[in-house]
């Protein structure tokens, strides 16, 4: 069956409940990634191209995020509810030769492969033409009420906004987890019986279970307790705790692995990064996209870390923020050290306190320790740049590069306009203005000369 199955994620919706109504709820982040990002990860091991995605609100900012998947994304003009979002695509699936159709929303991303896996061996055990999980969820919740009749089986699903105890009885605790196996040939005659006649005015897929039922077709609820993998977003306080969840699941696994975290709950490591045994961080900080972090580094405590490279023995001291760099083996980091976009930093390189870097390569063994920006520059080996250099890039309408060759020495309070090459063991005098190239083993100071004068009192 699992061949014949595909996975239909619905991710149209705007998310009023969010606040966000700029983009769509599915691009709302956890850890730095889109809850989507979540959905597609937990669903590819089993569906892998048979992954399709309803969108709607925003659609195109979903698919310059996610290209892989923009093939299979299907448009519903109207976000009219659920069971509009399974109508409209329906004519797709069905072309496409599916047999069963595996239905998530996509503001579950603490959803697990496992979760999904089990719910498909389930109802195929239970040759379901309907299955759908149920859980048993703690405290208050906005999930759609299961209801069951004398003999404990199902009867139908009720949204909480139409929950009438007066009409159906005393309120469950078991409520409909959102995810549904349907089999398309028995349930395709149902899909013209749903209506929007309901407080939302949606149409509603929780209604093809009552349908189902009435049509004599058998129906399986999957219960699967507090499983806590199934509960959507579907509030700011709901979304900070999912958060939670992923992050205390990142976190207990690299401590599995070897990596020492200190202050554990005040660090938080996006799940695409990659963190090798005998790394040592400290909270709080932030580790986020795919970052790699090799053995025996040191992340110290109030750092950003964002798409970085750092290699083994590297210590990224307090403070710093770095963001698409890549630092080598042995180097120093800050403290109050920024690597923007394109900085790198070679084996055994040090930035200092209230350096910046961006779109510069800092030679092996290379050193500017204090208050310094370096951008558009090409640093060689063994070079020492003084405090208070600048490389002036832009000259208004243009970025210009700096290069400085192996062994240079650059004198403190130093700017050296671009395009200008200083040579190799060159020494650029302290307070410099330097607008013309440096020769090799040369030496340039460009200042005005020192004029002494008596002080008046």
Avoid at 38 to 54: M, S
Avoid at 85 to 97: I, P, T
């Amino acid at each position: 069956m699992k061949e014949t199955t595909c996975a239909l994620i619905l991710a149209a919706g705007k998310g009023t409940r969010m606040y966000c109504e700029t983009r769509p709820k599915v691009m709302l982040e956890l850890l730095g990634e889109p809850m989507l990002w979540y959905v597609y990860k937990a669903l590819a091991p089993v569906f892998h191209t048979r992954l399709h995605t309803v969108v709607g609100f925003q659609a195109e900012v979903i698919g310059d995020t996610f290209h892989d998947h923009l093939e299979r994304m299907i448009i519903q003009e109207q976000q009219l509810g659920t069971g509009h979002a399974l109508q409209v695509a329906w004519d797709s699936l069905k072309k496409a030769g599916y047999t069963h159709c595996l239905v998530i929303n996509g503001d579950t991303p603490l959803i697990s492969t496992e979760t999904i896996e089990h719910m498909l061996e389930t109802a195929q055990r239970e040759e379901a033409d309907l299955a759908f999980a149920t859980i048993t969820p703690e405290g208050p919740n906005a999930f759609g009420r299961v209801l069951r009749d004398k003999d404990g089986n199902v009867s139908a699903i009720v949204e909480k906004k139409d929950y009438d105890p007066a009409t159906h009885g005393p309120e469950p605790a078991e409520v409909n987890a959102g995810i549904y196996l349907l089999r398309m040939d028995t349930i395709e005659p149902l899909l013209g019986w749903l209506s929007n006649a309901n407080k939302s005015k949606e149409y509603y897929i929780t209604d093809l279970v009552e349908f189902a039922i009435a049509d004599k077709l058998k129906v399986h609820a999957v219960e699967c307790g507090n499983d806590v993998s199934l509960m959507g977003v579907n509030n700011p306080a709901e979304l900070v705790e999912a958060e939670e969840v992923l992050r205390a699941r990142i976190i207990a696994d690299y401590q599995a692995q070897g990596v020492i975290i200190r202050s554990p709950s005040s660090v938080r490591i996006g799940p695409r990064a990659n963190i090798k045994p005998g790394v040592e961080i400290s909270g709080p900080c932030e580790i986020y996209g795919e970052t790699c972090i090799g053995s025996e580094a040191k992340v110290e405590a109030f750092t950003s870390i964002f798409e970085t490279w750092i290699s083994e023995r590297s210590t990224i001291h307090p403070f710093s923020h770095l963001d698409q760099a890549v630092v080598g083996h042995d180097c120093s980091v800050g403290p109050y050290a920024r690597l923007r976009v394109g900085a790198v930093m070679e084996d055994e390189a040090k930035v200092g306190n209230f350096v910046e870097m961006k779109k510069a390569v800092l030679g092996a063994g290379s050193k500017a320790s204090h208050l310094t920006y370096l951008g558009d520059a090409e640093i060689g080996a063994g070079v020492n740049i003084g405090a208070g250099t600048i490389t002036c890039n832009y000259d208004g309408v243009n970025k210009h590069r700096t290069t400085i060759k192996d062994g240079a020495f650059i004198g403190s309070n130093t700017a050296l306009v671009a395009p200008v090459t200083v040579g190799a063991n060159a020494l650029v005098g302290a307070g410099s203005t330097i607008t013309k190239d440096v020769e090799a083993n040369g030496m340039a100071i460009a200042r005005g000369k020192q004029i002494s004068l008596r002080r008046k009192r």
